[in-house]
């Protein structure tokens, strides 16, 4: 908008609409539908951080707030195994707070957490991985619309009309080099070093595969995407998502096969645990139906991000927060049940020994805190 003292209304009008289409072009361009069940629902775009947020204030008005209008009534699984857990009431602080465990991997690398844990994550470090996943998003799109058939793009360095940079050079590239990069390497470097024997070649290798080429090579969220989705090692932990599955068998089978070596006498102290989660109304991407999102489409992607064995797989942005979930299955080390707690439509959480058969009940205080019902 010219920078003038006297507002021009007509101006203001041109650049509203103007402002406008290139929104409704961007929602276009990076969203998608698809059938969950038997429910249409949009997929893709920009992750909504105030949505994030909104699932992780567990007070009472916090979660039926979050309940009404930022969670639908579609449900998703996720399974995995815990370790350094002695007792199986520590699962209930899932309802109460983030987790590791159900938690993205990029603010897992910058708190210095593993996946397979009930430790405590920030939700500024889930909210941050959210904005630069939104960041990258606009600078693909930026990216495709100024050169959607060369080989390489020097990032930040060339722009045009049709789609105008609405994020500096500067975070861009600090987002794809610096944070990205020298991260994975901080936190995988152990790692390489086993399997690569030098962290320079590690470093060199990373940095080839992060920083990607653009136009006819694909998109940076693309590549990101398919390495989550494919659980590369060595990329995994610059993914700004979780991973879901439509499917619950799936889920549980892939717990089972986690303490599997449980069952064979190792490994003892490790839980299986799946959890039941409603899926949020924005900020997730199907992968099976990837292709039906345009920023994915073309013959420029060499991959697929189908799933096999029916896993049907549901990424969300920065993680499965607390007020999401609504039941957890925690599994022994030796494959037994140990317990299996629901949260109630009254969100009280209902914990059920499985040996037993005894119940407790528990709610949620203003400060978010779990308290054992007199």
């Known amino acids: 908008m010219p920078n003038t003292s006297r507002l021009n209304h007509e101006q203001c009008r041109e650049y509203l609409a103007e402002f406008s289409k290139s929104a409704a072009d961007f929602k276009e361009w990076s969203s998608g539908t698809a059938k969950v069940g038997v429910e249409q629902v949009s997929f893709g775009g920009l992750a909504k951080i105030k949505d994030i947020a909104a699932g992780y204030d567990t007070s009472p008005n916090g979660w039926q707030q979050s309940n009404e209008l930022y969670y639908s009534n579609i449900k998703v699984y996720r399974g995995g195994i815990c370790k350094d857990v002695t007792d199986p ?9 983030p987790t590791a465990f159900n938690t993205a991997y990029r603010p897992l690398m910058e708190d210095g957490l593993t996946a397979r844990s009930l430790e405590k994550p920030q939700l500024a470090t889930i909210e941050q991985a959210a904005q630069d996943f939104n960041a990258a998003l606009i600078l693909d799109y930026a990216i495709a619309g100024a050169h959607p058939d060369l080989d390489t793009f020097e990032f930040g360095s060339r722009r045009n009309n049709r789609n105008p940079v609405i994020i500096s050079t500067e975070l861009a590239n600090e987002f794809l080099k610096s944070k990205t990069v020298a991260g994975t390497l901080q936190r995988e470097q152990e790692v390489w070093l086993k399997t690569k024997g030098d962290v320079s070649s590690a470093a060199a290798e990373v940095e080839e595969k992060l920083v990607f080429n653009a136009g006819i090579k694909g998109s940076y969220i693309a590549r990101l995407l ?5 659980g590369n090692p060595a990329h995994v932990w610059a993914s700004p ?14 717990t089972i096969d986690g303490i599997k070596p449980n069952i064979d006498g190792r490994n003892h102290g490790e839980y299986g645990v799946l959890v039941t989660a409603s ?7 199907i992968c099976n139906d990837i292709r039906k999102v345009p920023a994915f489409q073309g013959d420029s992607y060499s991959w697929d991000l189908n799933n096999d064995g029916g896993e049907e797989e549901v990424l ?8 999401a979930i609504q039941e957890i299955t925690a599994l022994e080390p030796d494959g037994k049940i140990a317990c299996i707690i629901r949260r109630m439509s009254n969100n009280e959480i209902v914990y ?13 205080d203003e ?8």
């Open 352 to 364: 059920t020994e499985n040996s037993t058969g005894k119940s407790e009940i528990y709610v949620i």
């Open 367 to 374: 400060t978010g805190k779990l308290r054992l019902k007199p």
């Open 316 to 323: 969300l942005n920065g993680g499965l927060a607390p007020n």
């Open 89 to 97: 009431h520590q699962f209930l602080e899932m309802f109460a707070r």
């Open 279 to 285: 899926l949020p109304k924005s900020g997730f991407i």
């Open 226 to 230: 398919e390495t989550h989705s494919r």
């Open 241 to 254: 998502m979780v991973s879901t599955s439509q499917n619950k068998e799936s889920a549980l089978k892939f």
